[in-house]
C-alpha cells in the first residue's frame, strides 16, 4: 500500500484543456472518490494514474516514487473497468490469475492467491464457470477478485457499477466498501453517482471542467460546500437556489424576486441589497401554519422512508422531503418555512460561499 500525491497534473487532447493543474494527497489506505458531471475529467484522471493516458504537466508520485515514466504493468495500481473486461473463452479462475501468469508467477503461488480472493468474494463455486455463465454481480466481483490477486498498492475503480440494476449497486457498493476496510488498499473510485461517493468514500474530490472544486469529508461537503456548484452536486435530491437580495437591516434575510423574506441564521458575508441565491436542502423545510409561506404543491412522491414534495415558492420550483407522511395533493397549498439555521448563502454571480 502507498499513498499517491498529483502535483500541478494537465492534459489537453489536442488543443483541448481536460484536466487543469490538479493537486491532491490520497493518504495510505485512504479510499477517496471522484466526483463530477460528464466530461469533467475525473476518468481520464484515473486513467493518468493507471498509465493509461500521458502526462502533458506535473507529476503523479505513488508513495515517494514518481511513475510518470513507468509503464502500466510496472505501477504496481490495479484498474477494475466499468466494462468489467474479463476475457469470454476464460474460467473465472484462469481470469482471475492470468494476470499473475502473465508476470511469471509460480502455479502454486497462483493458485493459492486466487483461493484467497475467490474465498473472500464469495466465488469459490464459481472457478470453473465462463462469464457468460456468471450473472452482472458476479462479473463484477471477478473483476475486482482479479485486480486484488495481484496485491497492488493501490485499487483504482472507474464507475465499476453504472452496468448494474439499482438494487445490485446498493449491494455491491456495500461489498466494496467493506473489502476496502478488509484489506486497507488505497483506493481512487470514479463515479458519476454523488450518493455512492457519499456512502462509501472517507473524502470525496469534486470536480468541474479539469479543476477541483472542493476536497472534504462527506458530510463536509454536504454541510459546508464551498460554493453553489458543490452545493448543487452533492445530494440527492439536491439543494433549491432561491435567487434574492441581501437584506441587513434588522433579522438578515434574503428578498426573493417575488416579495418574499427567508430568514438566514446570522449576518453573512455581503453588503445590504446585494444578489444572492438562497440554499436551502429539501429536508430543512418544515410546515408552519405560523409564519410559513404560501407554496403551491406541484406533485407528491412518497418513498416510503419520506414524502418528497414538489412545490411552487413564489415564482421559484422547489422539492421539499417530509419525515412524516402527509396528505397534501397536487393543487393543494402548504404553508412552508425553510430552517433559518440550515440555510446556505452563496453570490449570485461567482456563487462561492457567504455564510
Given at each position: 500500500m502507498a499513498s499517491i500525491h498529483l502535483r500541478g497534473l494537465a492534459k489537453s487532447f489536442g488543443a483541448t484543456p481536460v484536466i487543469r493543474g490538479i493537486d491532491v494527497d490520497i493518504r495510505d489506505g485512504e479510499f477517496v472518490a471522484l466526483v463530477g458531471p460528464s466530461g469533467c475529467g475525473k476518468s481520464?484522471?484515473?486513467?493518468?494514474?493507471?498509465g493509461l493516458e500521458s502526462v502533458d504537466a506535473g507529476e503523479i508520485l505513488l508513495g515517494d516514487r514518481s511513475i510518470n515514466?513507468?509503464?502500466?504493468?510496472?505501477r504496481d495500481?490495479?484498474?477494475?473497468?466499468?466494462?468489467?473486461?474479463?476475457?469470454?473463452?476464460?474460467?473465472?479462475?484462469?481470469?482471475?490469475?492470468f494476470g499473475l501468469k502473465i508476470q511469471g508467477r509460480k502455479p502454486s503461488d497462483i493458485e493459492a492467491r486466487v483461493r484467497e480472493a475467490a474465498d473472500t468474494l464469495g466465488l469459490g463455486e464459481l472457478l470453473q464457470r465462463r462469464p457468460r455463465q456468471l450473472s452482472g454481480g458476479q462479473r463484477q466481483r471477478v473483476a475486482m477478485g482479479r485486480a486484488i490477486v495481484r496485491q497492488p498498492q493501490a485499487f483504482l475503480f472507474d464507475e465499476p457499477l453504472s452496468n448494474l440494476?439499482?438494487?445490485?449497486?446498493?449491494?455491491?457498493?456495500?461489498?466494496?466498501?467493506?473489502?476496502?476496510?478488509?484489506?486497507?488498499?488505497?483506493?481512487?473510485?470514479?463515479?458519476h453517482d454523488q450518493v455512492e461517493a457519499m456512502t462509501m468514500a472517507d473524502r470525496i474530490v469534486v470536480l468541474k471542467d479539469g479543476r477541483i472544486e472542493q476536497v472534504g469529508a462527506p458530510l463536509e461537503l454536504y454541510d459546508r460546500p464551498r460554493n453553489a456548484f458543490v452545493a448543487g452536486f452533492?445530494?440527492?435530491?439536491?439543494?433549491?437556489?432561491i435567487p434574492g437580495r441581501l437584506q441587513l437591516?434588522?433579522?438578515?434575510?434574503?428578498?426573493?424576486?417575488?416579495?418574499?423574506?427567508?430568514?438566514l441564521a446570522a449576518p453573512a458575508q455581503g453588503a445590504h441589497g446585494d444578489?444572492?441565491?438562497?440554499?436551502?436542502?429539501?429536508?430543512?423545510?418544515?410546515?408552519?401554519?405560523?409564519?410559513?409561506?404560501?407554496?403551491?404543491?406541484?406533485?407528491?412522491?412518497?418513498?416510503?422512508?419520506?414524502?418528497?414534495?414538489?412545490?411552487?415558492?413564489?415564482?421559484?420550483?422547489?422539492?421539499?422531503?417530509?419525515?412524516d407522511r402527509i396528505g397534501a395533493r397536487p393543487g393543494d397549498r402548504l404553508a412552508l418555512w425553510p430552517v433559518a439555521a440550515e440555510a446556505h448563502l452563496f453570490d449570485a454571480a461567482d456563487g462561492r460561499r457567504l455564510n
Open positions: 481520464t484522471l484515473l486513467r493518468m494514474i493507471a515514466d513507468v509503464a502500466p504493468r510496472d495500481v490495479a484498474m477494475v473497468f466499468q466494462n468489467y473486461a474479463l476475457y469470454p473463452h476464460m474460467t473465472v479462475g484462469q481470469n482471475l490469475g440494476d439499482a438494487k445490485l449497486r446498493v449491494q455491491m457498493r456495500t461489498e466494496i466498501k467493506a473489502l476496502h476496510q478488509r484489506l486497507g488498499t488505497t483506493t481512487v473510485y470514479v463515479t452533492i445530494g440527492s435530491p439536491s439543494m433549491n437556489f437591516d434588522g433579522s438578515p434575510s434574503v428578498l426573493t424576486d417575488d416579495g418574499l423574506r427567508l430568514p444578489r444572492v441565491l438562497y440554499g436551502a436542502r429539501p429536508e430543512h423545510f418544515t410546515i408552519d401554519e405560523g409564519r410559513g409561506l404560501s407554496a403551491d404543491v406541484i406533485v407528491v412522491e412518497p418513498t416510503g422512508s419520506e414524502t418528497q414534495v414538489a412545490l411552487r415558492l413564489g415564482g421559484q420550483p422547489v422539492m421539499a422531503a417530509f419525515r
